[in-house]
């Protein structure tokens, strides 16, 4: 296990480091590795010094932390649902996190509330909220169904889901600015979102990486994992909140960017296996790689024009996902 | 070691079981026997932790056995389910591995154990003659192989109480007393309590020293297989007459034969 992680975990870093490099080079006006480096290490220039710390820096570190919160969470959810299904916008955090952001665009709001951080703040309140109302509607004698709690979470999200709509219907000037947002991007927001998110990130992936062992005795059903000692009720608890955490986090920061929590953990359980303590880990580093490259494809495919984040992580990851599956050996399991 | 008092469990309206008292302690196998639906898994369920009765208690070394933490518990009381491993991608030797759960700290380092804890995991795959499959995936083993890397993950948790949920009823007869056969030779040597549920009498009467007879949720009978394999007895609990004689290689062993 140790082995494999060095060399997957190894291997995926030394992927992100370089992705992280050439990413920061590329742009609409190029610059060269050699001057990316000079200039990370405080030897560049004006211009490069712009464009590289105060433009991309800070847009890319977003990139990378939206990827491993919601990855992570993903892989979170999986975990506990035990649901291929499952991803970090499975129990209705997502249009939640939706109903907050399109109420303060709809009335604008944007700078009422809580200043520049209006948005995120409550969009942030509104996803941790659904997910007590999802966890109160599910509860029964204490304990917490998977199947239950899957259903109460499609319940609750297609009744945010026609709130949003009823105020998109509503909004005729703002309508743009309500789509937008939920179809994500994390372009022109400097550097107090990503620091306003990364200490909720680095808890949450500390508290997950702590919970692998009792996920992979979850897999053998919730009976067996009793009785090898896993408090189910808390473990349950802990993770789906964690999971929640991050997920209203990178939501709150940067829109609805689907698709990377539903498929970076099940990339990763097709090449290392069902093991968490290997899943966990490397969904913070693979979904980082792979937001960081879908936003690069976003800001430069129809340069001038940018294409929003969420379209992009489904329109590559979808047909990637497919080939996969097709081609994986170890298949999925849970 | 456990004690049961008055217990009973009510699902919804449904009284399952009934004012049940038992104490279990030593090294002994105590087989749990009955019809269908007379409470023998629910009892197992009380009796492991897993629920809580609706009236009695339930004492695991003088204390309340829903005090313990649930990785206290398991380093007391394993528990080994009817149903078959599930297919879960996971290796043999990652199997039985997971027995180590309750004595891991949150780093997956073990706390305290006198064996490191590879020797144990290896330990048991030898003796359970997992060897040549110990790479392979569960997915691909026969029934009979699933529950022998099922009980071997049972093995390594090192309990002092092991509970057998009908543990030969998805497997053929030379399996059958395969797995009877390596769960007493490990109750003698660690001078276990074994508390099993089981289908089949003749096996009960083989290999259980004390029987539990259940009937629609209450003890009908407890004892020694000898006065509880009786045709009476089981006449009166399974609503047919079988033919009980003793077995003719072992003593004091009473088995049936099934009457039309």
């Known amino acids: 296990m140790t082995k494999k992680l060095l060399l997957y975990g190894g291997g995926a870093t030394l992927l992100l480091l370089f992705s992280f490099i050439l990413s920061l080079s590329i742009g609409s006006s190029m610059i060269p590795i050699n001057d990316v480096w000079s200039t990370l290490l405080g030897k560049g220039n004006e211009v490069t010094e712009a464009i590289v710390i105060n433009v991309r820096l800070p847009r890319i570190t977003l990139a990378i932390l939206v990827g491993s919160a919601l990855a992570v969470a993903g892989a979170g959810f999986q975990g506990i649902l035990r649901n291929p299904l499952a991803d970090p916008y499975i129990l209705g955090v997502s249009s939640g996190a939706s109903v907050g952001a399109a109420f303060i665009i709809l009335f604008g709001l944007q700078s009422a509330l809580f200043g520049k951080y209006s948005i995120p703040v409550v969009a942030f309140i509104t996803g941790v909220l659904t997910l007590f109302v999802v966890i109160k509607i599910a509860m029964r004698n204490g304990q917490l169904q998977k199947e239950t709690l899957i259903l109460s979470g499609v319940i609750v999200q297609a009744f945010l889901g026609s709130f949003i709509s009823l105020m998109v219907s509503l909004s005729d000037t703002v309508l743009n600015e309500i789509i937008f947002w939920m179809m994500g991007s994390v372009t022109m927001r400097g550097w107090e979102y990503p620091q306003m998110m990364a200490p909720y990130l680095l808890i949450g992936i500390i508290i997950l990486l702590t919970q692998g062992r009792a996920l992979n005795l979850f897999a053998l059903g919730e009976r067996q994992a009793l009785h090898l000692g896993v408090a189910i009720e808390r473990t349950k608890m802990t993770v789906l909140i964690t999971s929640t955490l991050l997920t209203a986090a990178a939501v709150s920061v940067a829109g609805v960017v689907g698709f990377v929590g539903l498929i970076v953990p099940h990339l990763i359980r097709l090449v290392v296996g069902p093991d968490y303590r290997l899943i966990i880990p490397l969904s913070v580093v693979v979904g980082s790689i792979y937001v960081l490259w879908a936003d690069t494809i976003a800001r430069m495919a129809l340069m001038p024009k940018e294409i929003p984040l969420g379209v992009v992580t489904a329109l590559l990851g979808a047909p990637f996902f497919a080939y996969l599956l097709k081609k994986g050996k170890k298949g999925i399991n849970l | ?260």
């Not at chain 2, 049961?4 to 079981?17: C, D, H, P, W």
């Open chain 2, 1 to 260: 070691m456990i004690v049961a008092t008055n217990i009973s469990k009510q699902y919804e309206q449904r009284q399952v079981l009934a004012s049940i008292d038992l104490s279990i302690a030593g090294s002994e196998i105590v087989g749990i026997i009955g019809p269908n639906g007379s409470g023998k898994s629910t009892l197992m369920k009380l009796l492991s932790g897993a629920e809580t009765p609706t009236t009695g208690t339930v004492q695991l070394h003088d204390k309340s056995i829903s005090t313990y933490k649930q990785k206290e518990l398991a380093k007391e009381i394993a528990v080994l389910q009817q149903d078959p491993l599930p297919s879960v991608g996971f290796t043999v030797r990652e199997i039985v591995e997971m027995g180590r759960y309750p004595y891991q700290s949150w780093l997956g380092t073990e706390q305290t154990s006198k064996h490191p804890e590879q020797d144990i995991v290896t330990e048991t795959i030898n003796r359970l003659h997992l060897q040549h499959l110990e790479q392979e995936l569960v997915d691909h083993l026969s029934g009979g192989e699933k529950q022998r890397v099922a009980l071997a993950k049972v093995i390594t948790q090192e309990p002092k109480i092991l509970m057998l949920d009908e543990p030969t009823t998805f497997l053929d007869i030379g399996y059958q007393l395969q797995m009877m056969e390596i769960v007493k030779a490990w109750q003698r040597e660690k001078q276990l309590t074994v508390v099993v549920i089981l289908h089949d009498l003749n096996i009960a009467s083989m290999y259980c020293d004390r029987l539990v007879l259940l009937k629609q949720g209450t003890i009908k009978k407890i004892g020694p297989p000898a006065s509880v394999i009786d045709a009476d007895v089981i006449a009166s609990v399974y609503e047919t007459r079988p033919i009980v004689i003793n077995h003719p290689k072992l003593a004091h062993v009473p088995q049936i034969i099934l009457d039309k």
